[in-house]
């Protein structure tokens, strides 16, 4: 009796301490928007979150950028590229939402 009741202890013993593996996230629901709203991150942190991955992916986002009528003008956007060459610390709102180029080109000014 006694090697009975211990062998049904060890056996709960064992299910008991493999139950957390079964709590496994997968990347996916790791980086949903809802997961990371749910552990207390803002909604910027989920897009940013999302704009990496889709960078990464070579997907579409489902944030859309918002730029300006007037940013679509090329003289304008030459003028605005300038101060922002001139002045780092200008904010254009366009964190993250821009091409990769991985060859420096004469309109990167």
Same mark, same amino acid.
């Given at each position: 009796?006694?090697?009975? $009741?211990?062998?049904?202890?060890? =056996?709960?013993?064992?299910? &008991?301490?493999?139950?957390?593996?079964? &709590?496994?996230?997968?990347?996916?629901?790791?980086?949903?928007?809802?997961?990371?709203?749910?552990?207390?991150?803002?909604?910027?942190?989920? @897009?940013?979150?999302? $704009?990496? =991955?889709?960078?990464?992916?070579?997907?579409?986002?489902?944030?859309?950028? =918002?730029?300006?009528?007037?940013? @679509?003008?090329?003289?304008?956007?030459?003028? @605005?590229?300038?101060?922002?060459?001139?002045?780092?610390?200008?904010?254009?709102?366009?964190?993250?939402?821009?091409?990769?180029?991985? =060859?420096? @080109?004469?309109?990167?000014?």
């Amino acid at each position: 009796m006694k090697k009975i $009741l211990s062998a049904l202890f060890a =056996t709960f013993v064992f299910f &008991a301490l493999s139950l957390p593996s079964l &709590a496994v996230i997968t990347p996916e629901e790791a980086m949903s928007e809802t997961y990371i709203q749910g552990h207390g991150h803002s909604g910027e942190m989920s @897009r940013l979150i999302d $704009l990496q =991955t889709s960078q990464i992916n070579c997907t579409q986002t489902k944030y859309k950028g =918002t730029d300006p009528e007037l940013y @679509r003008d090329k003289k304008v956007n030459f003028i @605005r590229k300038v101060f922002m060459y001139f002045d780092c610390g200008l904010d254009d709102e366009k964190f993250m939402q821009h091409e990769i180029k991985y =060859t420096p @080109r004469f309109d990167n000014l």
